[in-house]
C-alpha cells in the first residue's frame, strides 16, 4: 500500500489548522466568504447621502468587498490617464522607483530601479514586460509599516554615498533650473503642477528649514514636515494633482485618506501556450516548485498577500483579475511573517522575527505603536506616571527594533510563500501536471485548500473596495481587445484609507486618543497652503 502524502489526511489537516488558530489570536468576526467560490456584491456608485451611509454600514463596518459600478475623477480616469495620454499628464524627468520582475512575478523584496517616467513609460511602449511602477517607498510617516521601507532607504542611502562626488555638479545644475528636493518637473499640459514648485514662494525666508506656516495644536509644522506629508499622501507621480483632483472620493469622505499612488505596468503579447512554458520548469524540490511567480493562463501576479489600509481600487486600463481571501482564513495564507494577531477590524500584525527584522507593532486601527506612543508623551498632558512608563516602554521597545540591521533581501511579512500557480490550478490545461502540482501543494501549504475565495474581474469603469487584512492575489491583463503594444499596459489608481475600528457610523475611529485624527489635521494643514499656493499660481 503507497504512502499517503503528508497533509492529504482531511484529519490531519483538521488538527494542523486547530493548532494554527490556536497560535494565532483572531479577533475577525466580520464578513467573510461562506462558499469555496462565491460571487462579489456589486453595486452603483453611491451618490446620494441615504446610498452612501448604506454603503458605509454595509460594506465598510462591516469589512466586505464589493464592486462598484461607476467611476470617479471625470476625465482623468476615464481618458486623461490612458496609456496614449498619461506622458502629457505627469513629467517625464521625474525619477521613480520601479520594481522589477522577479522569477515570473512582483511583490518581492528586491532592490528597485530608478528611472525618470518618461523612460519607463517608453520601455511599457515598446514591449518591456517585466518593469512594474507600484508604491514609492518614502517611510513610514502615514502609518505604513517601515519594515520593507526601511530596506529600501537603507540601499537608497547607500547608493548615494556612493554617487555624492558625482552629484554634485547635477545637483548644481538642477538648482539652476529651479528643481527642488520636493519633486521634479513643472507645469503638465493638464493644467496640474509639482508640489516642488511651491518651495519658490518661500525663498524669502532666512531659514526655510525652520520656518513654521501653521501652529496647530498638536504643535508648529514646519515646511519640510508639510512637504513631506504632501508627498506622501501624493504618492509621485500623483502629487503633480494636488490641486486639481481630491484627496478623497465623496462616498468616502467618511474615512481619513492616507495615501494615493499610480500603478503601472505591461503584459506579454505571447500567446496562452507560450505564457504556459514555464510549467515545464516543475520540480517539487525546488523552492516555490521551480514555478516561481508566473501565473498560469497568462498575465503578470501581484503574488498573494494583504495590505494594512483599506483600498479603493480604480482600474484606467486593461483588466484585473482578483482572488480574494478573508482575514479570517489568515493562517491559512502561510505567510512570510509570524502573524501576531488579526483584529476585527481585519488589520493583521506581526511578530518581530527573522522573517520580518524591522516590523512595527500595529493597533486595530493600523497606527503604529511606537508613533501613537511619541505622540501621547508629547501632547498629552494628563498622563498618569503609570501611563507614561507605558508609552516610555514601547518606545524603547519600538526603537530598539528599528535600530536593527538586515542585509538578507525578505519578501514583506504580509505576503504568502503559496505561488500563484497554485492559487490559479484550475487555470493548467494538463490535467496530469495538475495533479502532481496539487498533491505537492497539498503537502506544502495543506490548510490553503480550505479557505473559501471570492473571483473579482475588473476593468475600466468599475472598481474595487477591499477592507484591510483582506488577502489578495491580482492578475494584469492587458486591454481585452489588444491591437498593438500600447494596449498591454495596464494602469489603476489607488485610494489607501486609515481602517476604521468602529463599529457605527457615529465613531468610526474609536481609540480615545484620536491619533489619526490628529495626525491628519497636520496633512489637512499642508494640503491646505499647497493649494492656496496652486491657487495664486493660477490667478498669475
Same mark, same amino acid.
Given at each position: 500500500m503507497g504512502k499517503r502524502p503528508i497533509g492529504s489526511d482531511p484529519q490531519t489537516n483538521f488538527k494542523r489548522s486547530e493548532t494554527l488558530t490556536e497560535a494565532i489570536k483572531n479577533e475577525y468576526t466580520n464578513y467573510c466568504p461562506s462558499t469555496k467560490i462565491e460571487t462579489i456584491d456589486v453595486l452603483e456608485l453611491p451618490d446620494t447621502p441615504e446610498r452612501i451611509e448604506r454603503f458605509l454600514k454595509d460594506y465598510v463596518i462591516a469589512r466586505k468587498p464589493c464592486k462598484i459600478n461607476g467611476v470617479i475623477g471625470g476625465e482623468l480616469f476615464s481618458k486623461k490617464l490612458h496609456p496614449q495620454h498619461i506622458t502629457s499628464i505627469f513629467p517625464k524627468e521625474q525619477i521613480l522607483q520601479v520594481e522589477r520582475k522577479v522569477d515570473g512575478g512582483f511583490?518581492?523584496?528586491?532592490?528597485?530601479?530608478?528611472?525618470?517616467?518618461?523612460?519607463?513609460?517608453?520601455?511599457? !511602449?515598446?514591449?518591456?514586460?517585466?518593469?512594474?511602477?507600484?508604491?514609492?517607498?518614502?517611510?513610514d510617516s502615514t502609518g505604513t509599516n517601515g519594515a520593507l521601507a526601511a530596506a529600501e532607504e537603507k540601499e537608497q542611502e547607500e547608493e548615494e554615498e556612493e554617487e555624492e562626488g558625482e552629484g554634485e555638479e547635477e545637483e548644481?545644475?538642477?538648482?539652476?533650473?529651479?528643481?527642488?528636493?520636493?519633486?521634479?518637473?513643472s507645469l503638465s499640459d493638464a493644467g496640474s503642477?509639482?508640489?516642488? %514648485?511651491?518651495?519658490? %514662494?518661500? @525663498?524669502?525666508?532666512?531659514?526655510?528649514?525652520?520656518?513654521?506656516?501653521?501652529?496647530?495644536? /498638536?504643535?508648529?509644522?514646519?515646511?519640510?514636515?508639510?512637504?513631506?506629508r504632501i508627498k506622501e499622501l501624493y504618492q509621485p507621480p500623483m502629487d503633480s494633482l494636488i490641486g486639481t483632483l481630491s484627496e478623497s472620493p465623496e462616498f468616502l469622505s467618511a474615512l481619513i485618506p492616507q495615501q494615493i499612488n499610480l500603478w503601472i505596468g505591461?503584459?506579454?503579447?505571447?500567446?496562452? !501556450?507560450?505564457? @504556459?512554458?514555464?510549467?515545464?520548469?516543475?520540480?517539487?524540490?525546488?523552492?516555490?516548485l521551480g514555478l516561481g511567480r508566473f501565473v498560469p493562463g497568462g498575465g503578470s501576479s501581484s503574488g498573494l498577500h494583504h495590505d494594512h489600509a $483599506?483600498?479603493?481600487?480604480?482600474?484606467? /486600463?486593461?483588466? !484585473?483579475?482578483?482572488?480574494?481571501? /478573508?482575514?479570517? $482564513?489568515?493562517?491559512?495564507?502561510?505567510?512570510?511573517?509570524?502573524?501576531?494577531?488579526?483584529?476585527a477590524s481585519g488589520v493583521i500584525d506581526y511578530?518581530?522575527?527573522?522573517?520580518?527584522?524591522?516590523?512595527?507593532?500595529?493597533? %486595530? @486601527?493600523?497606527?503604529?505603536?511606537?508613533?501613537?506612543?511619541?505622540?501621547?508623551?508629547?501632547?498629552?498632558k494628563n498622563l498618569t506616571t503609570e501611563e507614561q512608563k507605558k508609552w516610555t516602554d514601547i518606545i524603547k521597545q519600538d526603537e530598539d527594533f528599528v535600530d536593527q540591521d538586515s542585509d538578507v533581501k525578505l519578501d514583506p511579512p504580509s505576503f504568502s510563500t503559496v505561488i500563484p500557480t497554485v492559487v490559479h490550478l484550475d487555470k493548467i490545461? %494538463?490535467?496530469?501536471?495538475?495533479?502532481?502540482?496539487?498533491?505537492?501543494?497539498?503537502?506544502?501549504?495543506?490548510?490553503?485548500?480550505?479557505a473559501n475565495r471570492i473571483v473579482v474581474d475588473l476593468k475600466p469603469g468599475e472598481m474595487l473596495y477591499l477592507p484591510a487584512g483582506w488577502f489578495h492575489e491580482v492578475?494584469?491583463?492587458? /486591454?481585452?481587445d489588444a491591437k498593438d503594444l500600447k494596449d498591454q499596459i495596464h494602469i489603476a489608481a489607488n485610494y489607501w484609507f486609515i481602517p476604521p475600528n468602529g463599529v457605527d457610523l457615529v465613531n468610526l475611529y474609536s481609540h480615545e486618543d484620536n491619533y489619526w485624527h490628529t495626525d491628519f489635521e497636520r496633512t489637512r494643514a499642508a494640503l491646505d497652503i499647497a493649494r492656496q499656493e496652486v491657487s495664486k499660481a493660477g490667478d498669475d
Open positions: 511583490g518581492s523584496g528586491e532592490k528597485r530601479l530608478h528611472m525618470s517616467f518618461g523612460d519607463f513609460m517608453s520601455r511599457l !511602449k515598446m514591449g518591456e514586460s517585466d518593469l512594474y511602477l507600484t508604491t514609492q517607498y518614502r517611510g548644481e545644475e538642477e538648482g539652476e533650473e529651479g528643481c527642488h528636493a520636493f519633486a521634479d518637473g503642477f509639482i508640489a516642488g %514648485d511651491l518651495r519658490d %514662494d518661500f @525663498d524669502d525666508l532666512k531659514s526655510q528649514e525652520e520656518e513654521v506656516v501653521a501652529n496647530l495644536k /498638536s504643535g508648529p509644522l514646519t515646511w519640510p514636515e508639510a512637504e513631506e505591461a503584459t506579454s503579447q505571447t500567446n496562452t !501556450k507560450a505564457q @504556459d512554458e514555464f510549467l515545464s520548469n516543475y520540480d517539487a524540490q525546488l523552492p516555490r $483599506d483600498n479603493l481600487y480604480v482600474p484606467v /486600463s486593461g483588466h !484585473k483579475r482578483f482572488t480574494l481571501f /478573508s482575514p479570517k $482564513d489568515a493562517h491559512k495564507m502561510y505567510t512570510v511573517g509570524t502573524i501576531r494577531k488579526v483584529y511578530a518581530r522575527c527573522e522573517n520580518s527584522p524591522l516590523w512595527r507593532n500595529l493597533r %486595530d @486601527d493600523g497606527a503604529i505603536l511606537g508613533e501613537v506612543a511619541h505622540q501621547q508623551l508629547s501632547h498629552n490545461q %494538463d490535467s496530469s501536471l495538475r495533479q502532481k502540482i496539487q498533491n505537492k501543494a497539498l503537502e506544502k501549504w495543506p490548510l490553503f485548500f480550505e492578475t494584469s491583463f492587458g /486591454s481585452l
